[in-house]
């Protein structure tokens, strides 16, 4: 069975940074395109960013274009995402999962493949 399994989160001030990590067992991530979710209580997950199974194309919710940053190392076979300058509308659970990339008539945007893959997430509380 597999599971994603998220880390890194944390409590930090506004303007902090973290850097969050994603690997799975049995899941090669560099076989998919991956996306970093999030999602807090009473409402819907929603896409931060995604990147490409080639690894040549990422994409950003406008909310953190800027301040995050999505990477791979297909070595370490894990996910990661780079949080800069954090804002307490930050404050999360946030998930990876590997995802498919459709295009759409407002861009790019990257739907969870599985549902059974969901790990517990790692959650980023930004203070102000």
């Known amino acids: 069975q597999v599971q994603m399994l998220e880390s890194g989160g944390g409590s930090v001030q506004a303007g902090g940074s973290l850097t969050l990590s994603c690997t799975a067992s049995?899941?090669?991530?560099?076989?998919?395109?991956m996306g970093w979710y999030r999602q807090t209580p009473g409402k819907e997950r929603e896409v931060v960013s995604f990147?490409?199974?080639?690894?040549?194309?990422?994409g950003y919710a406008d909310s953190v274009k800027g301040r995050f940053a999505i990477s791979r190392d297909n070595a370490k076979n894990t996910l990661y995402l780079q949080m800069n300058n954090l804002k307490p509308e930050d404050t999360a659970m946030y998930y990876c999962?590997?995802?498919?990339?459709?295009?759409?008539?407002?861009?790019?945007?990257?739907?969870?493949?599985?549902?059974?893959?969901w790990g517990r997430g790692t959650q980023v509380t930004v203070s102000s």
């Open positions: 049995e899941l090669p991530l560099d076989d998919y395109s």
């Open positions: 990147l490409t199974r080639s690894g040549r194309n990422t």
């Open positions: 999962a590997p995802c498919g990339v459709m295009e759409t008539t407002t861009g790019r945007r990257c739907d969870p493949l599985f549902p059974s893959y």
